[in-house]
């Protein structure tokens, strides 16, 4: 356990997470923040939440395009992996104790299908200026809007390839569906004045996944077959 991470008694000490305990408030804003976004993707979005090792836990939301986010925080998570609705998880997290305990929701385990990426051994390829990004981002919601029916952006604009990153003889696209969870999800500073001058864009790769590490959280695209990751 996390040292300082008071868990309660009772029922309470037996299923939920536990959040901090340094800044902890900073921790609740950054997991309420991710939630509300998966939220705005999808109202009945489903949130995996999962145990890492040194005290931290992973939130998880397939976003709709696709592609999988996730954000990390210090915490606590009994048990070790665990599926909850969105709206149940913020209405915990807007109820956090002093303690840093919240009610996550009933579980719906059942409702998460698909894999989950490993937390290790991505071999990193190449880093992208977050400016690039962004005008990347910018450009793709405009042909969007241009191009968009009832059924959302036109498959062809997000299987588009947008940027080509390589290392040595390994050479990997990054769709544009990427580019629209990193803005969707919030990852991406909104503009360019908000944004370092050499901030970046991590690309990481598995056989299997596509990763994409940005300031506020990460996206994951499944280099294969994509409906694998679908909830």
Known sequence: MAKG????????????????????AAHRADLATFVDHAIRLDDAAVI???ARSAGLL??????????LASRVVVGKLRPGDLSVGANELA????AMDDSGYVDPGFSIDSAWRGALPPESGFTHLDDVPARVM??????????????SSSHGPPVSLLDQEVIR?????????????CVFALT????????PETMDADEII???????????????????RRRGHPALVLR
């Open 202 to 220: 991590r690309v990481r790769i598995l056989p299997a996944w596509l990763r994409v590490d940005a300031r506020f959280g990460s996206v994951y």
């Open 184 to 191: 969707a999800m919030g990852f991406l500073p909104q503009s």
């Open 91 to 94: 209405r915990g997290l807007s």
């Open 5 to 24: 991470i008071k868990e309660g008694t009772g029922a309470r000490a037996e299923r939920g997470l536990w959040l901090g305990p340094e800044s902890r």
């Open 134 to 147: 962004l005008d990347l981002a910018q450009r793709g919601a405009q042909l969007a809007k241009e191009h």
């Open 58 to 67: 992973t939130a998880w939301v397939a976003t709709g395009f696709d592609v």
């Open 48 to 50: 995996r939440l999962r």
């Open 165 to 177: 990153v390589s290392s040595g003889d390994v050479s990997v696209g990054l769709p544009m569906r």
